[in-house]
T-cell receptor, first 116, second 112 residues
Framework: GAVVSQHPSRVICKSGTSVKIECRSL??????MFWYRQFPKQSLMLMAT?????????EQGVEKDKFLINHASLTLSTLTVTSAHPEDSSFYIC????????????FGPGTRLTVT | DAKTTQPPSMDCAEGRAANLPCNHS???????VYWYRQIHSQGPQYIIH???NNETNEMASLIITEDRKSSTLILPHATLRDTAVYYC?????????????FGGGTRLMVKP
């Protein structure tokens, strides 16, 4: 089956610093990747959709200048949380879609970000 | 995409069948029913999906009512490892972005 990995699995950073999270599709090429955020005891909320080689589409209320998304290759998308604050502490999850399987979406294991 | 309604939590005895209901009364003809689950602190895992007919795979069975306004996910022999939040999602076949909208889900607790 299709595998999506994320790195790091957990990260602790100080307020004001930036953190980069990587999402990789290991055995397929992902033309589209999605980034979700999940706060404790809440459901996943879509942050943005990224298509390889083009700018990401952000959901309403998500600051594109704060959450920088780069999808430079068919197997890698990155999410950079800039000038992180404690309220950005959350579980960040990516998912990927393969062009030959448009109805399936494969999720990464998630990255737990803690901003102190 | 149509909205779904699920009970917030359910318990199931280990070894018994777990039947998780989902209401999607506003579903339209070209919308699929998807089920994902999320074990604590992990990413969601795809379980099964269907359009009209009942579906079965190695993980579960999906029963969709004839009017398609509700469905039931069946885990035939629940184990402790099936404890998770189960999400029922309705998604249009025309959803070019293929994004999934997660609701509250059902927190299934499998007890020994």
């Amino acid at each position: 089956g299709a595998v999506v990995s994320q790195h790091p699995s957990r990260v602790i950073c100080k307020s004001g610093t930036s953190v980069k999270i990587e999402c990789r599709s290991l055995d397929f090429q992902a033309t589209t990747m999605f980034w979700y955020r999940q706060f404790p005891k809440q459901s996943l909320m879509l942050m943005a959709t990224s298509n390889e080689g083009s700018k990401a589409t952000y959901e309403q209320g998500v600051e594109k200048d704060k959450f920088l998304i780069n999808h430079a290759s068919l197997t890698l998308s990155t999410l950079t949380v800039t000038s992180a604050h404690p309220e950005d502490s959350s579980f960040y999850i990516c998912s990927a879609r393969a062009p030959d399987r448009p109805y399936e979406q494969y999720f990464g294991p998630g990255t737990r970000l803690t901003v102190t | 995409d149509a909205k779904t309604t699920q009970p917030p939590s359910m318990d199931c005895a280990e070894g018994r069948a777990a039947n998780l209901p989902c209401n999607h009364s506003t579903i339209s003809g070209n919308e699929y029913v998807y089920w994902y689950r999320q074990i604590h602190s992990q990413g969601p895992q795809y379980i099964i999906h269907g359009l009209k007919n009942n579906e079965t795979n190695e993980m579960a069975s999906l029963i969709i009512t004839e009017d398609r306004k509700s469905s039931t996910l069946i885990l035939p022999h629940a184990t402790l490892r099936d404890t998770a939040v189960y999400y029922c999602i309705v998604r249009s076949a025309n959803n070019a972005g293929n994004m999934l909208t997660f609701g509250g889900g059902t927190r299934l607790m499998v007890k020994p």
